[in-house]
């Protein structure tokens, strides 16, 4: 039913729709349809498919949980109404944001659950070993970290490209992915394949972000002043 469509969002070569059941308005699900290749459809299999397809039940996603979808180039997020994210797809340059460069057509890729307090250990204890640059490997059963929960988490911002990021609702941002041109703003050039935050620096407090729009090889911030 079109009528019941609450956004849309378009990927490379593919495209997802956020609805409601019309018997109940808060049951909100995700369908994909589109080219497959990279399991970015988040449907179980690599196949591409002309029709609307549910997208993969899981014990995070029961196909009425949804908040939000977006499609990057060749990836897609979801947001649930618990908070948890879910990524599928390519994962290149770590923009599915699970700790690996495996791409995945299953949507239980999740960020782990874990609080800002041991959020900046978990960095510390990965610096400069869980950041891809390079090449992708091909699997449909990839090993991943277990389900993060960002419980604060507002807005899923996506590019064409390689990189995803949010802004929690104290006005923290985050992001994770293709980083080669400085666009993930942590002063380096590197790739992240987890969230990161990039550096207090031109008005930027880790407080005060209101929006976010990224493009191809640049990202810009809004901030609340």
Same mark, same amino acid.
């Given at each position: 039913?079109?009528?019941?469509?609450?956004?849309?969002?378009?990927?490379?070569?593919?495209?997802?729709? &956020?609805?409601?059941?019309? &018997?109940?308005?808060?049951?909100?699900?995700?369908?994909?349809?589109?080219?497959?290749?990279?399991?970015? &459809?988040?449907?179980?299999?690599?196949?591409?498919?002309?029709?609307?397809?549910? &997208?993969?039940?899981?014990?995070?996603?029961?196909? +009425?949980?949804?908040?939000?979808?977006?499609?990057?180039?060749?990836? #897609?997020?979801?947001?649930?109404?618990?908070?948890?994210?879910?990524?599928?797809?390519?994962?290149?340059?770590?923009?599915?944001?699970?700790? #690996?460069?495996?791409?995945?057509?299953?949507?239980?890729?999740?960020?782990?659950?874990?609080?800002?307090?041991?959020?900046?250990?978990?960095?510390?204890?990965?610096?400069?070993?869980?950041?891809?640059?390079?090449? #992708?490997?091909?699997?449909?059963?990839?090993?991943?970290?277990?389900?993060?929960?960002?419980?604060?988490?507002?807005?899923?911002?996506?590019? #064409?490209?390689?990189?995803?990021?949010?802004?929690?609702?104290?006005?923290?941002?985050?992001?994770?992915?293709?980083?080669?041109?400085?666009?993930?703003?942590?002063? +380096?050039?590197?790739?992240?394949?987890?969230?990161?935050?990039?550096?207090?620096?031109?008005?930027?407090?880790?407080?005060?972000?209101?929006?976010?729009?990224?493009?191809?090889?640049?990202?810009?911030?809004?901030?609340? +002043?």
């Amino acid at each position: 039913n079109y009528n019941n469509i609450l956004s849309v969002s378009a990927g490379e070569n593919h495209s997802g729709i &956020l609805s409601f059941d019309d &018997l109940n308005n808060s049951n909100i699900n995700v369908s994909m349809f589109g080219r497959n290749n990279y399991g970015q &459809l988040g449907i179980g299999n690599t196949d591409d498919t002309r029709f609307a397809t549910d &997208l993969t039940i899981s014990n995070s996603y029961d196909g +009425t949980n949804a908040d939000s979808v977006v499609c990057g180039y060749n990836h #897609t997020a979801v947001l649930l109404k618990t908070g948890k994210v879910l990524t599928c797809g390519r994962n290149n340059m770590g923009q599915l944001g699970n700790s #690996t460069n495996y791409n995945t057509d299953d949507p239980n890729s999740l960020l782990n659950e874990i609080s800002d307090e041991n959020f900046n250990k978990n960095l510390l204890y990965k610096s400069g070993e869980h950041y891809f640059s390079g090449y #992708t490997t091909t699997t449909d059963t990839p090993e991943s970290d277990a389900s993060r929960n960002f419980v604060n988490r507002t807005n899923i911002i996506y590019s #064409t490209e390689h990189t995803i990021g949010y802004i929690t609702n104290t006005g923290k941002l985050y992001l994770w992915g293709d980083g080669r041109y400085g666009n993930l703003g942590v002063g +380096t050039t590197k790739s992240y394949a987890y969230p990161i935050e990039p550096n207090h620096t031109c008005g930027y407090n880790g407080k005060n972000a209101k929006s976010i729009s990224i493009g191809q090889y640049h990202t810009l911030l809004l901030l609340n +002043t």
